[in-house]
């Protein structure tokens, strides 16, 4: 398998299955505060699925037990994100945030808007990385881990502000995040963050270069395509770039109001 059908199938995954999440919340929100949760619970078989094959995976070196390991850290990431968008797990605080607080202040409310939900994702990690540190198959780990630090780098930016936020696909249970979020021309993270995502697709592409096994060839493609893909969702805070329309075409296009036609465009901010 080439490197080129590797990154497509990356590609792919990535779309289909955020879209598939934003669908599955969306009728949920429509149904109310039950649905939620029944959509979650219903969900749980994927947490199942993602920890099994995370486990048989690490010790399976071919193409399939990679791509085994790619899916299972998408299922374990799904699952959790899943559970943040139907507001089943977020955080303590579910209140929007007041105007004209200090600083601090407005930092300690909003990761009070996600404490749970961050740390549920930060234990999975640790416990992917007690099991697969040393494996011989780590793809598992290092996908959740870019999934990981590309979700924290893309959460900061958007506190410490951007040009562009695009709120048409936060969830009404998450509707109060939208007041955490900061519109700005530019914060002293974004250069930090997307220089770093840079050098690890850099670092990727070596890696890939250098494989010597087909099952090396497929994973590192795999990281190389996620990799750049988190920081191609970093670039849409600051350009003119309508990822909003690789998902509309499969969700209802909402009721805009008048805040969200003022925000309209950039990150979707899940």
Known sequence: MTPWIAAFIALFIWWFSTGTILLAVKYADRAGRRARVNTTLIGLPLLAVGAYGAYWSQTQTDILGIYVAFLSALALWGWIELAFLTGVITGPN????????????????????????????????????????HAPNPFGLWTFAVLFFARI???????????????????????????????????????????????????????LYAAETVGE????????????????????????????????WMLPAPKPTPEQQTNQGGHHGL
């Open 94 to 133: 579910t209140l929007p945030l007041p105007p004209n607080v200090a600083p601090w202040e407005r930092f300690i409310r909003a990761w009070g808007t996600l404490a749970y939900h961050e740390m549920l994702l930060a234990g999975t990690l640790i416990a992917l990385g007690l099991l697969l540190w």
């Open 153 to 207: 780098s893309a959460k900061l930016n958007l506190f410490f502000g951007v040009p562009r936020i695009n709120v048409d696909f936060l969830p009404d249970a998450l509707s109060h995040l939208a007041s955490h979020f900061r519109i700005a021309p530019m914060n002293w993270l974004f250069p930090i963050s997307v220089t770093a995502l840079t050098f690890a697709v850099a670092c990727w592409l070596e890696r």
């Open 217 to 248: 060839i497929t994973g590192f493609a795999l990281m190389t395509a996620l990799t750049a893909l988190a920081a191609l969702e970093h670039w849409v805070m600051v350009l003119p770039i309508p990822d909003e329309r690789l998902w509309r």
